[in-house]
């Protein structure tokens, strides 16, 4: 039941656009049906997929193998290799963290607000399903079990889009989902899968505005910008984050360190780890080269920038320190590396990160309440933290349950998306056969 | 101090965007110093921006008077004409509706929602400004002092792009609202408008994605597409509103005529107005003579469907009725014009909105308690009525004080967006120097 699009060698660009037309219109007629069903209809449709996941392990297994063995054929790095990797365990996994939405509470119906107008009439805010949802992903197959999970909790069909290295393991999870939603009585239009590696789809999915309402790409900075640009449905943007540490005069040096040491070295790869650490200029001589130490044992190399650098080069004889270039502090990082960087005060380090941020995440380290206001007012990322770690951003962290993706746009959602994130409101208005005076 | 833009005959692409470009830096620099303002002064500068738009009464008449002979040249229609005139009494209002803003309660600021993690932690969801907010709106200068009133409350800086017609209109009124900016020590590139009549320069403000953070349509279907297509900012997108009225077996039959005729002839010109009316075939040959008479006496010229026509035809001699065409029921008539169709149920009324409506303002009349049930569940428009006129969806009405705009999209707000809708939120996470396990 896994849709098929046509190979697109030969077929003329109208039949392309036709297929991807009617996965649009299964999409919205099961999102329809979709939003009919009691919260334990739906849970119970999840249940039914984590049961067969753990049930066709072998077969998704198999796929995962033919995945793995192209992609080591084609010479992909260790790294991507283990992020395409499914094991027993991990499948186990899935099946678990199916069960985990399931248990979580559902958003949709509640009135979020409700009120009875002067005339009489009774208007509510009530909490409804986005829709159809058009997710893009590359590499991990684990994000097509998530994002179906949690698009099914709230309500919402997908279109699913996944990168080519996964497609034998992709379609062999859709397949799984959609034989559950098959025999729980839910529509198999719920959850499809557009398996043409052609790249003109993705463009076509990103303006099939008639059908689909929200795009959410989970992937790199050039799949951002391809959708800010391409797409005529509302994007979720978010996920690149050049994030940034300050520490402030009066901050606790030891433990700035161990926050410093959490926000760069735990998880180098993602996107709330810290890239820039911004020293006031009265401790920079005491605080650099403790720095330049401990950065040394958790082998990150620095670049640092003019006096900061002459600093760590006189001070922290045991410290990988380059000069930053003009770029370095727009970078995220995404590896083992730290940008540092004196200023005079709190503002100075607020129109560095004005300047080189990308308003995901960031915090000041100070035991000064005057700067710790000052900074939370004036620095508007998705989280701004005082006297905690970077990494903290995150949906499960601040007690969400779930995530869908890390928001850094303005509109709808900042920061993690849970389930209430992948809803909107429709205005419910009973009147009493009122007209507008 | 009104940003002038160079004219473009001449003038090499890059020089025209370096323009906007700057007007985008400058906007987002005045962002930053609007979000420290506290209520106080914001209420003080929009109360400044009321008196002076009294004080300039003659400079802003006579600008209008120019802008209105041109019109007149051009044979604009007495219509357009009444949208574009500014009279001594309209200023005023203006002035009134600025102090209205101002006596608005300010959302930002408030911990939309806040807790202790079980770390210790303290998280809050805080309200703050979206930012830069670019607006784009045809015809009548009101939107001007509208918009720029809504956005300073808020704390956002904007940038206008008003019609051609109303040019001097405009620039008279952001005078007028920059030097009061000036006079209470406001940034005065708070507000900012293009002044170029390039069009070009429209595709480029909807590009400028490094400054603004969402832009605002305020006029046609065309204007709309046009911004969902261009833009690589997020798009309030709406204002276009097919909406229906469905009178169903238990409708009390005369109290629907009375919303019928509130629905389409109160302002047949605006996006909650009825465009067509679904009536339950059990009732449809009562009905419909009743509908085609006060219709006619409302000069209200009917589009029927097949057996509707042929009934209106025999029962309602004094009705003004044509067949409907294959488009007539994707209308947006604008107009004293009304769709009639018969339907067998609340299910076909429910398939008749899915296939031909914008999901504005839809509505049910009826007496029957599952049926009323059936149609809120199904019906996802911005607001859905039971027993009330479509004319409700609007800000007033709902009591939010004010109105940005209408939202049909799935993202960010729906249906009426008041003060809040110009927010966005920050996560704020205050620590006790923790580290993530």
Chains 1, 2 share one sequence.
């Not at 043409?196 to 463009?203: G, M």
């Not at 045991?318 to 590396?337: C, K, R, S, Y």
């Amino acid at each position: 039941m896994v849709m098929v699009v046509e190979k697109t060698v030969g077929l003329p660009q109208s039949k392309q656009t036709g297929t991807l037309e009617r996965m649009g219109q299964r999409a919205r007629a099961a999102s329809r049906r979709l939003a009919a069903f009691s919260t334990d209809a739906k849970n119970a449709a999840l249940l039914a997929i984590a049961e067969r996941l753990e049930e066709r392990m072998a077969t998704i297994l198999a796929a995962n193998a033919q995945d793995m063995a192209g992609a080591e054929a084609r010479g992909l790095s260790s790294a991507l290799l283990d992020r395409l990797l499914l094991t027993e365990a991990r499948v186990h996994a899935l099946a678990a963290d199916t069960r985990k939405v399931a248990a979580l509470p559902d958003p949709v119906g509640a009135d979020i607000e409700s009120r009875l107008l002067p005339n009489g009439m009774r208007l509510s805010k009530r909490r409804i399903p986005i829709g159809v949802l058009g997710v893009i992903y590359e590499a991990r197959p684990n994000v097509t079990i998530d994002i179906a999970a949690l698009s099914l909790k709230t309500g919402n069909a997908v279109i699913l889009r996944g990168g080519s290295e996964t497609l034998r393991s992709n379609l062999a999870l859709v397949e799984t989902i959609q034989d559950a939603l098959e025999a729980v009585g839910f529509p198999v239009d719920a959850v499809q899968y557009i398996d043409s590696p052609d790249r003109a789809l993705v463009t076509q999915l990103l303006r099939l505005d008639a059908y689909v309402d929200m795009i959410i790409p989970r992937g790199g900075a050039a799949l951002h910008k391809l959708c800010r640009e391409q797409a005529t449905i509302p994007v979720i943007t978010g996920g690149i984050g050049v994030c940034h540490l300050f520490v402030d005069e009066s901050a606790d040096l030891v433990r700035s360190l161990d926050i410093i040491e959490n926000a760069r070295v735990q998880r180098p790869s993602v996107c709330n780890s810290c890239d820039t650490v911004l020293v006031h200029r009265a401790v920079a001589r005491q605080f650099l080269p403790m720095l330049g130490e401990r950065m040394a044992r958790c082998k990150v190399e620095m670049r640092a920038a003019g006096e900061a650098f002459a600093l760590l080069r006189e001070h922290a004889p045991g410290a990988v320190v380059l000069e930053a270039g003009p770029d370095d502090f727009d970078q995220e990082w995404m590896a083992l590396i730290l940008g540092v960087k004196i200023v005079d005060n709190v503002e100075e380090a607020i129109q560095h990160i004005y300047d080189h941020g990308s308003e995901h995440s960031d915090g000041i380290l100070t035991n000064n309440i005057a700067n710790a206001n000052r900074f939370v007012e004036a620095i508007n990322s998705s989280a701004v933290f005082v006297n905690a770690s970077t990494r903290f951003n995150d949906g499960g962290q601040f007690g969400l349950g779930a995530e869908v993706a890390v928001s850094t746009q303005k509109l709808h959602a900042r920061g993690p998306m849970g389930l209430e994130e992948l809803t909107t409101y429709k205005w419910v208005c009973i009147g009493n056969w009122d007209v507008r005076p």
